[in-house]
């Protein structure tokens, strides 16, 4: 089965760290949506299987989306591919717009899986990121949601802030687990160049934590989840049993999927293609029948180098069946040998069937993937 990603490129207002594709103006709104559900409709034949388990609205913010539109673009998909009767609905929402109206509307439309930006609840970092909600509304709406009914339920979080103390961290973890949640992910905060976070680190207004305190507050989250019950499945995300994200963790298999949207990308297994990034031409292009998108076929090293980065930053690690079968025994002993030193410091583990990290080779998860690279 195959999974689909839609984009929502609106926002009320722009976070300091966010370089994803977005507008704060909603003008457009309505004229988009019925240019994603005209999209669906053109490239119901890309993932080369009818059948879908997991639908996933990603943004921006697709909470700003109103019960009829999310329902207009679910609809679509059903009269263009066979939709699992247990398929995962996700929606990535922001704290500000779940009122209890909101996640009745949002329940009844179909979504059964939210995943919330909440990022701290503290106000003072709120405030640093220029996050639209408060640390209070970020509580309510994951009770909010609770009370619709949806249960199933993700928040974000970011570490590696300026002035999060390893107190304050503890104290965010705390209010997390606290709200009864089965899934949990967090970042590390990144730094990109087209953002007012990366102008406020240059013009010194912020400084950020250095490298020593990030890596506590790593380990602070790997111990925390731990105590919890949440299993570390992947570098930045926890759930408790049998809880994981369903869609993203596609990503990580190297499952197909479509990505519907500006700035969308889609994966076949021979190419991957993305959206271009702009609301006006995406519209244009998608109402003359003829989508604006870029498009790259994968070299087998481009498909090994992928196939390494992801997997080993999950729990089902590097599976030495699937390298042999699908790259070949020459690249798989190339691959072990790579990675003999990284097992002689304790950084990976190996049995007869899959490489996976350690505690300690979470902290280098990036460079040894690379290392592996051909």
Known sequence: MAGIYIHIPFCKQACHYCDFHFSTS???K????????????????????????????????????????IKQILETI???????????????????????????DLADAGINRLSIGIQSFLDEHLQLMNRSHT??????????????????ISIDLIYGLPNLTEEKWKYNLGQAFSLDVPHL???????????????????????????PVVLEQFETLMEEAGKHRFTHYEISNFCKENMYSRHNSSYWKNETYLGIGPSAHSYDGISRQWNIANNPLYIK?????????????????????????????????????FVESNFGKP???????????YFEQGYI?????????????????????????I
């Open 135 to 152: 640390s209070v509304q970020a509580t309510d709406a994951v009770k909010n949601a609770q009370k619709s009914g949806i249960k199933n």
């Open 30 to 69: 309505e004229e988009l949506v019925s240019a994603l559900c005209k999209e669906i409709e053109l490239r119901k034949d890309y993932p080369g299987t009818k059948q879908i388990s997991t639908i996933y609205f990603g943004g921006g913010t697709p909470s700003l989306l109103t019960k009829a539109e």
């Open 331 to 341: 690249i798989l002993e190339e691959m072990l040998t790579d990675s003999k030193q």
């Open 349 to 373: 583990q190996q049995n007869k069937e899959t490489v996976t990290l350690t505690r300690k080779g979470k902290f280098l998860a990036d460079k040894i993937a690379s290392d592996l690279f």
């Open 185 to 211: 992910s967090a970042y590390c905060l990144t730094v990109e160049k087209k953002t007012a976070l990366n102008h406020l680190i240059k013009n010194k207004s912020i400084i950020l934590p250095e490298e």
């Open 26 to 28: 909603l003008r457009n």
């Open 285 to 321: 292009g998608v109402n003359a029948a003829e989508p604006a998108f870029e498009k790259e076929f994968l070299s087998e090293a481009d498909k090994f180098n992928e196939y390494v980065m992801t997997r080993l930053r999950t729990i089902w690690g590097i599976d030495l069946d």
């Open 78 to 104: 059903r009269n263009n591919f066979e939709v699992d009767k247990n398929a995962e609905i996700t929606l990535e929402a922001n704290p500000d717009d779940l009122n209890a109206s909101k996640t009745d």
